[in-house]
């Protein structure tokens, strides 16, 4: 069973990116750290065409299964395969989350095994985001001036409704601007005293980030929760994909 485990571990870690895609005027850092030996977290970042558009989109994903362990990661990847299939066939980001929501509804045990996702399609020439929040953790944007926005529309995580309607939102990625996209595993971290980690100090960390890489600020953030934590047992995967618009 752990050589199993260790094979199924192997097999996600081939299903995401192991470097993020390099984006003129873009540092892109992203991490996940499973609860056991699999996840049922999901992050990705790739190229993606859309209909009317000359240049392609950089389309960024972080998403979360509702349990842990093997169910859980088994679904990761059907939601992966999913994605990527109707990412190249469908031509708005409506019609792409309509989409993943129809299949995660047929396969998600009566609403039981819903995932929560936040999905951005993103022009990297003008900084356009379109992005829908299914359900998931609101994503932070720290603006180059310090003010924090959160990007809220969306709505139900994917699965438990076929026909639910999801809003899309949209927003400017401005040169200095940071967007932080976590899993509730982050936030939710609890230290040997039953303390959560909270979005407190994630925002604290955020307004500190500065101009910094988004590799440090995600290495300074990884470092943060593992200290707070300590030796308490980690009860949830942890994701968190970092986006700076550096120019």
């Not at 809220?152 to 309607?165: F, H, N, S, T």
Request: aromatic share 6%.
């Amino acid at each position: 069973m752990k050589r199993d485990l260790e094979i199924a571990r192997d097999i996600q870690r081939w299903l995401v990116p192991a470097t993020p895609p390099e984006i003129p005027g873009y540092d892109m850092a992203f991490a996940t750290v499973p609860a056991n030996t699999v996840s049922g977290d999901y992050y990705d970042a790739f190229p993606r065409q859309v209909a009317g558009e000359e240049s392609p989109r950089l389309h960024v994903v972080v998403a979360d299964v509702a349990g842990k362990s093997v169910p859980a990661a088994l679904l990761m990847a059907t939601f992966e395969a999913s994605l990527h299939t109707l990412a190249y066939t469908l031509p708005g980001l409506s019609e792409l989350v309509a989409g993943l929501n129809r299949y995660a509804s047929a396969h998600s045990l009566e609403g039981r095994r819903f995932t929560t996702a936040f999905l951005a399609d993103i022009a990297p020439a003008s900084g356009e985001i379109r992005y829908i929040n299914a359900g998931h953790n609101v994503p932070i944007l720290r603006r180059a001036s310090g003010g924090l926005e959160r990007l809220e529309a969306g709505g139900l995580p994917l699965g438990i409704r076929a026909d639910a309607p999801y809003e899309c939102g949209a927003t400017t990625l401005e040169p200095g601007d940071l967007l932080v996209v976590f899993t509730d595993g982050v936030v939710d971290a609890e230290n040997a005293q039953g303390q959560e980690y909270d979005e407190s100090r994630l925002l604290a960390l955020c307004q500190r980030s500065g101009a910094r890489p988004a590799a440090e600020t995600l290495a300074e953030l990884m470092a943060e929760v593992r200290a707070f934590v300590g030796d308490a047992p980690r009860h949830d995967d942890l994701t968190c994909l970092i986006l700076r618009r550096s120019g």
